[in-house]
């Protein structure tokens, strides 16, 4: 999902990142003599941890696992600056199909990935705000923002093949992982969708160190895990579909910092999440361009915190 005049003002995009390293802990060595204390203290570390509830532990463990990452770009691919993003995946072929958003202008559109012509455009209804978008099978499914409607279309002419209603309290993103839908609403929320009935057949609240994260964007489906923009930040979340638990953070701040240093201070926020499967790629979408970035795992932010980069309070848009 993006930003714009009508829209969430001011709004919303080869890898196979490898685990970073954890450092050896040194063992502290006590003179001889010094027994007591050290079995003393063993004790009383024994004593907090068997008297601390079973799901403080799991958050202890959960909170120490997540890993961020930082990002290269490894390659840079045109992209009509006029398209106002919101969903975005590969096709194959080097091919993007995109859902692209604002009354009056949103479509439907496949595009060529190396130049970015558009090759087949259909245009919505002018009363239809695109969102997310996502391929199962011979079929696009599309999301709209601030109704339950969602468009069917067929994946070689884009041609509309149905519509469908779903329960999600509005339409941001859209994903699967090859059997079920994800859906997001721009709120904490990741729901699990029937393909055949669209009905929310599960759903969980998405958490990092106890705290929902608010505004869930554009999804994709990578590697096992759910992958979302969060609105109005440079963050993009890994999630956990089984919990709901944040696995990682990819910071995508200092690609913002460069392309405004390069005098693009127009940009709007990232959005759209592509990943191309057979050849380990992912793509995201920041205007004016589209990017392939590569992953390296970081240490953290260099200035603030995750909850200062990557959290929001709830947006209401209606």
Not at 14 to 32: E, I
Not at 97 to 123: A, C, D, N
Not at 299 to 305: I, L, R, V
């Amino acid at each position: 999902m993006s930003s714009g005049s009508v829209k969430k003002r001011p709004r919303r995009s080869s890898l196979q990142p490898s685990s970073p390293m954890a450092s050896p802990v040194s063992p502290t060595f006590w003179k001889k003599g010094s027994v007591l204390l050290p079995l003393f203290m063993v004790l009383c570390v024994l004593m907090l941890f068997f008297v601390t509830p079973n799901t403080s532990r799991k958050s202890m463990f959960e909170v120490s696992s997540t890993r961020i990452y930082s990002i290269e770009v490894v390659n840079e691919f045109p992209h009509d600056p006029n398209a106002f993003t919101q969903g975005l995946l590969y096709g194959g072929n080097d091919t993007l199909f995109e859902s692209t958003g604002l009354y009056h202008q949103s479509s439907v559109r496949k595009v060529v990935l190396q130049t970015g012509k558009v090759e087949i455009l259909h245009k919505m209804d002018s009363s239809y705000f695109g969102e997310g978008l996502t391929l199962l099978g011979e079929r696009l499914f599309q999301v709209t923002w601030l109704k339950k409607t969602g468009f069917i279309y067929d994946r070689y002419n884009l041609s509309k093949r149905g519509t469908f209603t779903h329960q999600m309290q509005d339409g941001w993103g859209l994903t699967t992982d090859g059997k079920i839908l994800f859906g997001s609403d721009g709120s904490s929320t990741l729901y699990q969708l029937d393909p055949k009935t669209f009905k929310v057949i599960g759903k969980g609240d998405v958490k990092y160190k106890g705290h929902d994260v608010y505004n869930i964007n554009e999804l994709e489906f990578i590697n096992g895990e759910v992958w979302a923009n969060i609105w109005q930040t440079d963050c993009i979340a890994r999630i956990s579909h089984k919990d709901g638990t944040v696995l990682g953070w990819i910071l995508l701040n200092e690609l913002r910092e460069n392309l405004i240093a390069a005098g693009n201070i127009q940009i709007d926020v990232l959005n759209g999440i592509a990943w191309d499967r057979e050849n380990n790629r992912l793509f995201g979408k920041l205007w004016p361009k589209l990017y392939e970035i590569k992953l390296h795992p970081s240490s953290g932010p260099s200035q603030g915190t995750i909850e200062q980069l990557c959290l929001r309070k709830p947006f209401r848009f209606v």
